[in-house]
């Protein structure tokens, strides 16, 4: 029985050991955006199409990570929707008991308190009103895959040409990828720089999701 035992935990602690990679949790996230080949993966998490490869052989043995053929291109996805919510359960259970995690996300968030007190719910009702801009400064091709109900897509990089065009009696809420992600972060500096009313709302799809809240697609 012992044996037994000791091939019952030895199993789970697979999804451990996969999971026990910076980078590899970097994949994660950057696959809650949707399929993507190991180039793109490599481009983003901004490491070697080798060791990316070898990054993503360790989440397919684990089963977390699933490929599909398109043509030439070999396109990498999750393995499930459960495997989003256990890398946003991982991360918000480290935000909770990590001092270091916290201090660390202050630098990142500087306008997300303001945010503090309007639930999600509320967000969308505002943005479904008009009441509130809500943008998704993620490269479009994630967009496409799915966004929060009501969001404008607008990547970071374009939003830097075409700002004049948002109304500026509107206040905006932008989100990415999470909260680890920066191009939010980056996007409300540049909108308050130029006068906008903006907010950082940490939440991506993946988060989103989680709470049981609308996609749209």
């Not at 994660?28 to 793109?40: F, R």
């Amino acid at each position: 029985m012992r044996e037994l035992k000791n091939h019952l935990y030895e199993q789970v602690a697979r999804i451990g050991k996969a999971v026990a990679s910076p980078k590899r949790l970097e994949l994660i996230e950057l696959l809650c955006q949707g399929e993507k080949t190991v180039e793109m993966l490599a481009m983003q998490a901004e490491i070697s199409v080798k060791l990316t490869s070898a990054h993503l052989k360790e989440l397919r043995l684990a089963r977390l990570v699933d490929t599909r053929k398109e043509g030439k291109y070999v396109l990498y996805r999750l393995a499930s929707t459960s495997v989003a919510d256990l890398w946003v359960h991982l991360r918000s259970e480290a935000e909770e008991r990590l001092v270091e995690l916290q201090l660390a996300l202050t630098s990142i968030v500087e306008h997300g308190d303001e945010l503090q007190g309007v639930s999600r719910a509320d967000i969308l009702r505002r943005a479904a009103a008009g009441e509130v801009l809500v943008l998704d400064v993620r490269p479009e091709d994630e967009y496409a895959v799915a966004h929060l109900p009501h969001a404008r897509s607008l990547p970071v990089d374009v939003l830097k040409k075409r700002i004049a065009e948002l109304p500026k009696d509107v206040p905006v809420v932008a989100y990415c990828r999470g909260p680890f992600c920066l191009m939010a972060k980056d996007a409300v500096e540049l909108l308050r720089k130029k006068g906008y009313q903006a907010f950082h709302l940490t939440d991506g799809v993946a988060e989103w999701r989680a709470r049981g809240l609308p996609m749209a697609n």
